[in-house]
């Protein structure tokens, strides 16, 4: 065998296995130019499709293509842990103290009130320490970061519940079953605006702390993190994000 002819044989040896490989990291989100985002908001609430418009464009001017994935709070932490996401969407500031490997990219995209919800027009709060002494039966949602570890600390774990989805939630609350559910304040008024849950009685109890909202990025992407900062406080000056938050009202997403 002539040495043309093995080094043509290398070749599509070579071809034969990155090829695969190739497909596979296409087919799992990790292909340079495709960023692959959890979050805990459908694409089709006011907060997925804001996430969905904003971060489209920010990674079209980066030249990727952004992926929206709906994933329940807690597995999106999981797989954003594991490299099986490149990371997640709309968590609070500090997120990343319990999950070293992601890093924050340090621009927000807006804010939001953690609030505790009702159907007891009594409740009054003000803030996780109002909760210290009480004896109510409080449940949020599993997974949310800033929630989970500051209602440890005030409420006894007897009267703790968590529940997969901020639905159920609000369908136990409205059914007497518990006495307040935490959840981020928005995305409740959203749910109580349809006739499923608008003659409910539920109301605001009391707002527990407002937070900035920022995406997470697997560590691996540390250099994109700072580039993303960048491209969103552009849009920002630009008014691109106040604009399409907005527009977001009206915005049909296009399931991945």
Not at 36 to 47: C, I
């Amino acid at each position: 065998m002539n040495r043309k002819t093995l080094l043509y044989i290398i070749i599509i040896c070579i071809n034969s296995f990155i090829m695969p490989l190739n497909q596979t990291n296409a087919e799992s989100g990790s292909m340079d130019d495709k960023i692959v985002l959890g979050s805990a908001r459908k694409e089709s609430s006011a907060d997925g499709k804001a996430f969905k418009l904003i971060y489209t464009e920010a990674f079209k001017r980066m030249g990727k293509t952004f992926v929206y994935r709906y994933l329940p709070a807690k597995r999106a932490s999981l797989m954003a842990d594991n490299e099986q996401l490149d990371g997640e969407i709309g968590r609070v500031y500090n997120y990343n103290e319990g999950h070293p490997n992601l890093i924050r990219v340090e621009e927000p995209v807006f804010s939001v009130k953690i609030s505790a919800f009702s159907t007891d027009p009594q409740i009054k709060l003000k803030g996780w320490k109002s909760l210290t002494g009480t004896d109510y039966k409080v449940e949020y949602t599993r997974g949310t970061y800033i929630t989970t570890k500051n209602l440890i600390k005030v409420v006894n774990k007897n009267n703790l519940s968590r529940i997969s989805h901020w639905s159920q939630g609000i369908k136990k609350l409205a059914a007497g079953r518990t006495d307040i559910f935490i959840e981020v304040e928005r995305t409740v008024l959203e749910a109580l605006e349809t006739s499923e849950f608008k003659n409910s009685n539920i109301h605001i109890a009391g707002v527990m702390e407002e937070q900035t909202i920022h995406t997470f990025l697997h560590i691996k992407h540390k250099v994109l993190a700072s580039k993303l900062s960048a491209v969103l406080k552009e849009m920002k000056e630009e008014g691109w994000i106040e604009k399409h938050i907005k527009d977001s009202k009206n915005y049909t997403p296009h399931h991945n």
